[in-house]
């Protein structure tokens, strides 16, 4: 799409209205977060919820949704119940229950599953003053060669992504 090329730091894109009109289809809220409330949504997640680390992207939902609760029961002049539920299986997931009530009674839930153990970051789980997370499969992580594939503007990069899971599966196939 032309109008989000490649920009140059500080310069802005026109999204065609077309495109912005899809996104706000989908997309109702946003934020914007500095590190510091990153790091705060982390530590606040792992003292009031039985010790548990999320990553900082997760944080940054963790903490819109925190901001978003705060702004409806401003608005509404609802109590609150925060609760969250965490479940823990080789694979993060949480969910956050948010219960508002009303005389009329009104329920909202809302789901955050985390885009990554909070083991893959160190450095922000020790900038929150929580405590690294040890864990083989993300020590193992680390430690694979990295590898990766240029995909130049101009180059077919369908084409590419075809042929590069038409060599995986391939490859999968003879092992």
């Known amino acids: 799409m ?3 090329e490649e920009k140059k730091a500080g310069e ?10 899809s996104l706000r289809s989908v ?3 946003s934020g914007s977060y500095s590190n510091e409330e990153i790091e705060g949504a982390i530590r606040e997640c792992h003292q009031r919820h039985e010790g548990k680390k999320i990553c900082p992207h997760t944080a940054v939902a963790y903490r819109h949704q925190a901001r978003q609760i705060v702004d409806f029961a401003k608005s509404y002049k609802l109590s609150l119940l925060t609760y969250l539920v965490w479940k823990a299986n080789k694979m993060l997931f949480c969910v956050l ?7 009329r009674g009104f329920d909202t839930v809302t789901v955050l599953v985390a885009t990554a153990s909070a083991a893959k970051f160190p450095e922000a789980l020790e900038a929150a003053g929580v405590e690294k997370e040890d864990s083989e499969e993300v020590r193992e992580l680390f430690n694979m060669k990295v590898r990766f594939g240029r995909m130049d503007r101009g180059q077919d990069w369908k084409k ?8 995986i ?3 999968r196939r003879k092992q």
């Open 2 to 4: 032309e109008a989000l």
């Open 160 to 167: 590419m992504l075809e042929e590069k899971i038409e060599e």
């Open 27 to 29: 997309v109702t809220g």
């Open 12 to 21: 802005s894109a026109n999204i065609p209205a077309d495109v912005l009109s």
């Open 97 to 103: 229950l948010n219960q508002a009530v009303e005389p």
């Open 169 to 171: 599966t391939e490859k």
